[in-house]
T-cell receptor
Framework: QKEVEQNSGPLSVPEGAIASLNCTYS??????FFWYRQYSGKSPELIMFIYSNGDKEDGRFTAQLNKASQYVSLLIRDSQPSDSATYLC????????????WGAGTKLIIKP | DTGVSQNPRHKITKRGQNVTFRCDPI?????LYWYRQTLGQGPEFLTYFQNEAQLEKSRLLSDRFSAERPKGSFSTLEIQRTEQGDSAMYLCASSLKGSGDTQYFGPGTRLTVL
């Protein structure tokens, strides 16, 4: 059973601090990893994708991938109240024909 | 690029009725996906098209569900004889083969079965 695990939260972070969201996956051969943000009642919105080990930065967001340990994380610097949302991790395992396996999401709350 | 669109945005129906949803992908995207999402869960894969060919369908999908993508453009998802357990958000996403296959989602159709 291919699985993607996330802590459901809620994760509460003060405004201006760094929010750290984690995701682990079971299929060691997975190649593509995605972070989506989902506001309540809305559809998922792509934040970042990462394919290679290490860090990838885009503005206030940094994705970190460690294939040996099978985890991917998302850091949000200078957290804003508008970052309050559920963050979904998605993984594309090998042989899945580009079907993504999704975590259940972590609810993030940024407190002013 | 106008994004992925879905219609209707909301649908309320009585148990046993048939419903059909439509998805218009981003124009140059050749891959299209349908997902279902319930509260507190991640999206659940339903089916996937590359152009007009339906290449994959979830084993969890009952035969009451059917999807089409005529001419490789828009897609429809039909649910026959709806049940209360079908109440969910139905999401459509599209991607472009060879671009890393990043999926972009439409706004979703929220189905309520009474």
């Amino acid at each position: 059973q291919k699985e993607v695990e996330q802590n459901s939260g809620p994760l509460s972070v003060p405004e201006g601090a760094i929010a750290s969201l984690n995701c682990t996956y079971s299929d060691r051969g997975s190649q593509s990893f995605f972070w989506y943000r989902q506001y309540s009642g809305k559809s998922p919105e792509l934040i970042m994708f990462i394919y290679s080990n290490g860090d990838k930065e885009d503005g206030r967001f940094t994705a970190q991938l460690n294939k040996a340990s099978q985890y991917v994380s998302l850091l949000i610097r200078d957290s804003q109240p508008s970052d309050s949302a559920t963050y979904l991790c998605a993984v594309n395992p090998p042989g899945s024909n580009y079907q993504l396996i999704w975590g259940a999401g972590t609810k993030l709350i940024i407190k002013p | 690029d106008t994004g992925v669109s879905q219609n209707p945005r909301h649908k309320i129906t009585k148990r046993g009725q048939n419903v059909t949803f439509r998805c218009d992908p981003i124009s140059e995207h050749n891959r299209l996906y349908w997902y279902r999402q319930t509260l507190g869960q991640g999206p659940e894969f339903l089916t996937y098209f590359q152009n007009e060919a339906q290449l994959e369908k979830s084993r969890l999908l009952s035969d009451r569900f059917s999807a089409e993508r005529p001419k490789g453009s828009f897609s429809t998802l039909e649910i026959q004889r709806t049940e209360q357990g079908d109440s969910a958000m139905y999401l459509c996403a599209s991607s472009l083969k060879g671009s890393g296959d990043t999926q972009y989602f439409g706004p979703g159709t929220r189905l309520t079965v009474l």
